[in-house]
């Protein structure tokens, strides 16, 4: 190749080492938040434990975070967007919509095994973190919007495919789904070694998609 040709192949773009270590740090300190949030709640953690965590000053904390509210919204937003692309690739698989639906069970209840919660709002529920302070906050509004859309269409699908009985209106089906995502009520179980997440899912499942009702003949 002439000196004075362009290459065919183009660099890779290579970011900035500051731009990096910022978003590194902030990965840290949202990671710290997380864990600081759950232990305490959100009235009783504070910004000098979650910089104490990470290693950093208080201050350095809020060059990235104005305020306690806005480390939840991203925590939150992090959340969100999790569950938005766990749902995107759902909606593009073939298998039944029981099946994935079920896969939806599996990551929230996967989460609490691990300390974590990438469950639609559960840290928002876990943390006592008021009501006004996701309502403010339009952006996360429409988040929470597009996981309903999403959530929606999966129901509807499985309407219009014959799995799920049409005559249930798929807002109540949305809802009470996003209830049993809700792990409050089974961390007991969890904690006190009497069911692991695996244990929960089959019977979760078998009580929304199949109710409670014995089988015709049992």
Do not use: W
């Not at 949030?37 to 990470?54: L, R, T």
């Not at 906050?137 to 999966?154: D, K």
């Not at 209106?169 to 179980?189: K, N």
């Amino acid at each position: 190749m002439a000196a004075n040709q362009p290459s065919d192949h183009s660099s890779p773009v290579v970011r900035p080492l500051k731009e990096r270590q910022r978003e590194q740090r902030e990965a840290m300190i949202l990671a710290a938040a997380h864990a600081v949030f759950i232990a305490k709640g959100y009235h009783d953690a504070s910004i000098d434990e979650i910089a104490g965590q990470v290693g950093i000053s208080k201050g350095a904390i809020y060059q990235h975070f104005a305020s306690k509210e806005d480390l939840v919204e991203a925590l939150i937003a992090q959340q969100i967007s999790d569950f938005l692309g766990i749902l995107d690739r759902l909606l593009t698989e073939t298998t039944s919509v029981c099946t994935r639906l079920e896969h939806i069970l599996s990551h929230a209840y996967g989460g609490l095994q691990g300390k974590h919660s990438g469950v639609l709002l559960e840290l928002h529920h876990r943390i006592g973190l008021p009501n006004a302070v996701i309502e403010k906050r339009p952006q996360l509004q429409s988040r929470v919007e597009q996981a309903m859309s999403r959530l929606s269409r999966l129901f509807d699908e499985g309407k219009a495919t014959g799995e799920l009985n049409p005559s249930i209106p798929t807002p109540i089906m949305v809802a009470t789904f996003i209830g049993l995502l809700s792990l409050r009520g089974y961390e007991q179980l969890i904690a006190s070694a009497q069911f692991s997440p695996a244990d929960l899912i089959p019977h979760i499942s078998q009580i929304f998609l199949r109710g409670i009702v014995a089988p015709t003949g049992s």
